[in-house]
């Protein structure tokens, strides 16, 4: 998304000349919401019972904290509010940037925003986490890590059988991708008819989230992510012009508050779901890092977190913001007159 991002914004920059079709832009949110939904498994809802709690706390903090920074964001800058909001929402970049297209935000300081909060919270959380969990929690229990012992599905459906050749590959993905993205289509189409804030997406991850869940056969190969990545790229770069780029200088006070309170804010929700919600320290602090869900659940990996946890609170927490944060923009939005 990144590379197809940039090198929209260079061939716009220098000839002002990128244009991508609406039409494209909604393709791209049906799949990313199908993608999100594909993750919503059969394993994840029966695991929602023990992880009630630290989903709750991590979803309502991470919301809270977002419309905090939001509010202190129309403070200090001169964004228009929709920016503020979607700047400081605690979601995907590519989520909200593809929904900021629809509310009005600048698109190119709400990415901006959101990569410098991404790589911010990869480059310290890891070594923090090793420092706060050596010094506040040295006698930790590896046997303690685990409290929902969720392992990757592997069901025979999305395991591509040895020994196939070429044209029966072609077949086996086509056929097994063919059903998700319908179910994605079918129902962004309908959230986009309703006129719903945000509701191609919603209705996308709502239709295969539950097929998966009843079905266990979502899939969507890694090909077809990329290619969604590239478009979502290349629709958010169109809209970055050299006079915006010229104004990146204005993004560097509001993005290290937005990184430093993330942050702050990820300790704080870590401690609480370790207190009232009987997770280990470092599954609870990786859970709660403002950043993506395959990059925490790897890193925790390394350092003895529960990887499938601190995806799964991800995932919880992705689909959470998507559903609800929109809405909240929307309304905030219409109550400020500006929609």
């Known amino acids: 998304m990144i590379g197809a991002l940039f090198g929209v914004v260079v061939f716009n920059v220098f000839t002002e000349m990128a244009v991508f079709p609406v039409e494209v832009k909604t393709f791209s949110q049906m799949i990313a919401g199908g993608f999100i939904g594909m993750s919503i498994t059969l394993e994840i809802i029966k695991a ?57 935000g600048d698109v190119s300081i709400i990415v901006s925003m959101h990569i410098v909060r991404l790589v911010g919270a990869l480059c310290v959380c890891p070594a923090l986490f090793k420092v706060i969990v050596k010094r506040f929690y040295p006698h930790i229990d590896e046997a303690t890590h685990g409290d929902v012992d969720l ?78 990545q590239i478009i979502a790229g290349a629709t958010i770069g169109q809209n970055v012009t050299r006079e915006a780029l010229m104004s990146m200088q204005r993004i560097i006070i509001p993005a290290l508050i937005l990184t430093v309170m993330y942050i702050a804010a990820s300790l704080l929700i870590a401690t609480l779901i370790i207190r009232f919600g009987k997770m280990d320290p470092l599954t609870a602090l990786f859970a709660s890092t403002p950043a993506g869900a395959s990059d925490m659940a790897l890193i925790a990996a390394d350092l003895g977190g529960n990887s499938p946890v601190v995806a799964m609170m991800h995932v919880i927490r992705l689909v959470t913001v998507i559903a609800l944060f929109p809405q909240i923009t929307y309304f905030i939005l219409v109550a400020n007159g500006q929609l």
């Open 48 to 104: 929602l019972r023990k992880l009630a709690i630290p989903s709750l706390v991590l979803c309502v903090g991470m919301i809270s904290t977002g419309l905090l920074i939001a509010w202190i964001l129309t403070k200090v800058t001169d964004f228009n509010l929709a920016t503020c909001l979607l700047s400081a929402a605690p979601g995907g970049m590519t989520d909200v940037s593809l929904i900021a297209l629809d509310m009005g």
């Open 151 to 228: 392992k990757k599905r592997k069901h025979p459906f999305v395991i591509m059988p040895e020994g196939l050749g070429l044209g029966k590959k072609v077949w086996w993905l086509t056929s097994r991708n063919a059903i998700t993205i319908g179910l994605a289509l079918v129902g962004g189409t309908i959230g986009y008819f309703l006129g719903i804030p945000a509701g191609t997406m919603v209705f996308a991850m709502t239709a295969v989230g539950s097929f998966n869940i009843f079905t266990g056969r979502g899939y969507m190969s890694t090909p077809v992510r990329r290619f969604a």
